[in-house]
């Protein structure tokens, strides 16, 4: 594999460049570009992207870990774990940190490996329950949420199995409208039975929020993202 990271002359020349291919309008060629630097370099910048404060490179760094971190595992499954780890020791409040981004980038690499995914998702599910190691904070819970969703439209099948539908619904009730929006998604994903008056209900809700998916980030209303969910269910999405 080409090393193009020690070609850019510096660890803060490389950084810089995998934030500016984050941010270009291809992303496609983008991912396929960072995907050809070392991995195990590139994983470290794209962490500290997470924490970036425009949005769109926070997001398209998530998407950037999923197809980095699924490579890693194909070459060597236990360096993604060391990753996967790692994340879950910045959720961790011994950690000092927030962990911005790790929720949605966990489930990211999980939706794009599927050994990683039977091995974490219970973790990132523990993530939703008070009995397991539930996420208080309400910005993290709105990357959980996205990740349940989107781990959801990827592997439903698995997240069924380890009853997120009893764990999810609860989100609904949020103060945040972010977390109640995405976690209608994430239910209309799924298909849990147990929310659908809700979710119609909540079909003809205008409030909007920033929602991300495929390297695009747009602003959708809570009634479209619910009704795009749904439709996920028909094969439309």
Wanted: glycine share 8%.
């Amino acid at each position: 594999m080409k090393d193009i990271t020690m070609g850019a002359g510096s660890t803060r020349e490389a950084k810089k460049r995998v934030f500016e291919l984050l941010a270009e309008d291809d992303f496609d060629r983008a991912i396929s570009e960072i995907t050809r630097m070392d991995r195990n370099k590139v994983v470290n910048y794209l962490i500290s992207a997470l924490c970036c404060c425009e949005p769109l490179i926070k997001w398209r760094a998530v998407s950037a870990l999923g197809k980095v971190v699924s490579y890693l595992a194909d070459e060597d499954l236990e360096t993604a774990r060391v990753i996967m780890r790692r994340f879950m020791w910045m959720l961790n409040d011994e950690s000092g940190g927030i962990g911005w981004g790790v929720p949605e980038s966990m489930a990211e690499i999980m939706a794009c490996h599927k050994d990683l995914g039977t091995e974490y998702a219970p973790i990132l599910v523990s993530y939703l329950r008070e009995d397991g190691n539930f996420l208080e904070y309400e910005p993290l819970q709105r990357g959980l949420m996205w990740g349940i969703g989107r781990l959801g439209y990827m592997r439903p099948n698995l997240l069924k199995s380890l009853e997120v539908e009893e764990y999810l619904p609860g989100f609904l009730e949020a103060n945040d409208l972010e977390v109640r929006a995405l976690a209608a998604w994430a239910c209309g994903i799924l298909n849990v039975e147990s929310v659908k008056e809700v979710l119609e209900k909540m079909k003809e809700n205008t409030d909007t929020i920033l929602f991300y998916w495929n390297g695009v980030l747009e602003e959708k209303t809570v009634g479209e993202l619910i009704r795009n969910a749904i439709s996920i269910n028909n094969g439309n999405f």
